[in-house]
C-alpha cells in the first residue's frame, strides 16, 4: 500500500492550496484516510480524516472553516483544500491512510498505518 501526495508548495497568507493523495489499494471496505502535519520544531498535528466508504470526517479544531477535506471513493483519492492559509500553517503534511481504526482514533497519529512522505506547505506573511 503506497499513498501518493501532491499539491504544496510556497503560497502567500491568505491564500489557499489544495492537495491531493492517492491511495494505490484500498484493502479495507472502511478505509479513512485524511492528514497531518508536521511544523519545524514542533510535534506532528492532525488536521483532518474522512472515510471513504460514508464520508464522514473530523476536523482539528485549528483549521475548522478554512480547510475542506473531501474524497473520491472511486479513485481511492482524498483531497484537502486549504483557504485563508496563515503562516501558522506552514508544514509538512503527510497524507494517512488505516482501513481498521477507530472514529475515537481518528486524531491519534500513531493510530495509522500507512503514511505518505510528505509535502511541504510554505505560507509567506
Known amino acids: 500500500v503506497q499513498l501518493q501526495a501532491s499539491g504544496g508548495g510556497p503560497v502567500q497568507a491568505g491564500g489557499s492550496l489544495r492537495l491531493s493523495c492517492a491511495l494505490s489499494?484500498?484493502?479495507?471496505?472502511?478505509?479513512?484516510m485524511g492528514w497531518f502535519r508536521q511544523a519545524p520544531g514542533k510535534e506532528r498535528e492532525f488536521v483532518a480524516t474522512?472515510?471513504?466508504?460514508?464520508?464522514?470526517?473530523l476536523y482539528a479544531d485549528s483549521v475548522k472553516g478554512r480547510f475542506t477535506i473531501s474524497r473520491d471513493s472511486a479513485k481511492n483519492t482524498v483531497y484537502l483544500q486549504m483557504n485563508s492559509l496563515k503562516p501558522e500553517d506552514t508544514a509538512i503534511y503527510y497524507c494517512?491512510?488505516?482501513?481498521?481504526?477507530?472514529?475515537?482514533?481518528?486524531?491519534?497519529?500513531?493510530?495509522?498505518?500507512?503514511w505518505g512522505k510528505g509535502t511541504l506547505v510554505t505560507v509567506s506573511s
Open positions: 474522512i472515510s471513504l466508504s460514508d464520508g464522514n470526517l
Open positions: 489499494e484500498r484493502t479495507f471496505r472502511r478505509t479513512v
Open positions: 494517512v491512510a488505516d482501513g481498521t481504526i477507530i472514529r475515537s482514533s481518528w486524531s491519534i497519529a500513531a493510530q495509522y498505518d500507512y
